[in-house]
């Protein structure tokens, strides 16, 4: 399968798993220009379009789909065409045995040409050659899945970006907030100093918590912006380019953790690349073996060959017809380069499996580490959204309280400060288990199929 083939199906697989803002999947692959609502569909597909470490992983995979031949492997016999002309121009002295007597010519002048088809292959090589071709095979699997992997590592970053940039958008709008209450909270504190009701303590108080909130918003627009061009960025666009984002999330709701572990176990990229390296380096094991073998080489041609000589008894002379042979190399001795082969080849079988069972060890860590996240956040949610309630409404009994005089301004404040934390909490909350749902996908191999 060719690469940008592979990549167009995955992207649509990708697509079709990304459903959390309820948009249909991208058909054409275009650049992003900051026109309308920026979906996580559009920008995955923009990612996979024009991410430099896609392109590249692409490129390999197609080469080493085009070496994976039972041509290059050496299965198949190769035909060559040969040909060859020359002449020379000699001062020639001949003496002849039997009694005929020399010659001398000056200037003799001499042709040849030649002209041949060759054939030649491989009888037997002690399986070498059927080995190479299911070692070129499992090279192509092996550079499909890192491909795959590629792919992953692209989209869950993207994703992290996007999610992270809808995160600082909710904060932003909490943050807005905010300062637009202490702005009212200011004016409230300078009428009532001009009624003589106030302090000058309760208006500059005032002042510094709306400067902090001011702070606060700028330092949430700066973060915004260096998330705006790190997406522009991963997408290939102009860096700058304005972004809106949906910032609308839905969950998945069928996640179960054992389903997710055996899922993994199965389909987990990084166990499917070490199985295929495991497969290879078995091969290399069969391939260092074969020297023991003896190798038979057939050969054949058909050709032509044409001389004339301007001294001498035969002047012409030329010859039409096949030949034929066939050789045979037993090997006796290698100088012991045979057995540091094996034995290599049977330490790279070791250190496959130590990979297996590295990564094994590393994608069951990370699901339980992931769904450990997921429920931690599922649980957070579900709280903070009971607080926000709550919090709202202890700030709207507390502007009532402040106009009386019930409470001060630092009271206030307190509760001011408890509504934006609790917003920023759920915000988190809401995101970070979306990045975590993502997590699972990725390592339960049904992200990228």
């Known amino acids: 399968m060719k690469a940008n083939s592979l990549i167009s199906i995955l992207a649509c697989v990708i697509l079709s798993s990304v459903s ?75 003496e002849f045995a039997g009694g005929i007597p020399p010659t001398n010519v000056d200037g003799a002048q001499s042709t040849s040409y030649n002209g041949s088809i060759a054939l030649n292959y491989t009888v037997f090589n002690g399986f070498a050659n059927i080995r190479t071709f299911e070692k070129l095979k499992y090279a192509q699997d092996l550079s499909e899945a890192q491909l795959r992997l590629t ?6 970053a993207t994703i992290g970006v996007y999610l992270d940039l809808a995160k600082i958008q909710a904060d932003i709008t909490a943050l807005e907030e905010t300062v637009e209450i202490s702005q009212t909270r200011l004016k409230g504190a300078e009428l009532a100093k001009s009624y003589g009701s106030g302090s000058t303590l309760q208006v500059y108080t005032a002042k ?3 400067n902090a909130d001011s702070v606060n918003l700028l330092t949430a627009l700066n973060s915004a912006g260096a998330l705006k061009r790190q997406l522009n960025y991963l997408m290939g666009n102009q860096i700058n380019t304005d972004i809106n984002l949906d910032r609308e999330v839905t969950f998945f709701t069928d996640f179960v953790f054992d389903e997710v572990l055996t899922r993994a176990k199965l389909n987990s990229t990084l166990l499917v690349m070490a199985g295929i390296q495991e497969n290879i380096a078995n091969i290399d094991q069969k391939l260092a073996t074969a020297n023991l073998y003896p190798k038979i080489l057939l050969n054949s041609s058909y050709g032509l060959n044409s001389s004339r000589n301007g001294a001498g008894i035969v002047l012409e002379q030329s010859n039409v017809g096949f030949a034929g042979g066939i050789s045979i190399s037993v ?53 903070e959204t009971a607080n926000v309630e709550t919090a709202q409404l202890s700030l709207d009994r507390a502007n009532d309280q402040l106009k009386l005089g019930q409470i001060t301004s630092v009271e206030y404040r307190q509760i001011q400060l408890s509504l934006l934390s609790s917003k920023n909490r759920i915000n988190a909350a809401k995101y970070n288990l979306k990045k975590a749902e993502y997590q699972l996908l990725r390592l339960n191999g049904t992200l990228v199929k």
């Open 20 to 94: 959390v803002y309820g948009q249909n999947s991208v058909s054409r692959m275009e650049r992003w220009e900051g026109d309308g609502q920026l979906t996580l569909e559009k920008c995955i597909t923009h990612v996979l379009t024009n991410n430099f470490d896609v392109s590249l992983a692409s490129l390999t995979q197609t080469a080493t789909e085009n070496a994976a031949t039972k041509g290059n492997a050496g299965l198949l016999p190769t035909i060559s065409a040969n040909g060859g002309a020359n002449y020379s121009n000699n001062n020639t002295k001949l």
């Open 151 to 156: 792919i992953e590592n692209a989209v869950i």
């Open 208 to 210: 510094v918590d709306l």
């Open 331 to 383: 090997p006796i001795f290698s100088g012991g380069r045979t057995k540091i082969a094996m034995d290599n080849a049977a330490i790279e079988m070791e250190k496959s499996q130590v990979v297996k069972r590295q990564n094994e060890g590393l994608v069951e860590k990370e699901v339980n580490d992931y769904w450990s996240n997921y429920k931690l956040y599922e649980t957070v949610l579900k709280k």
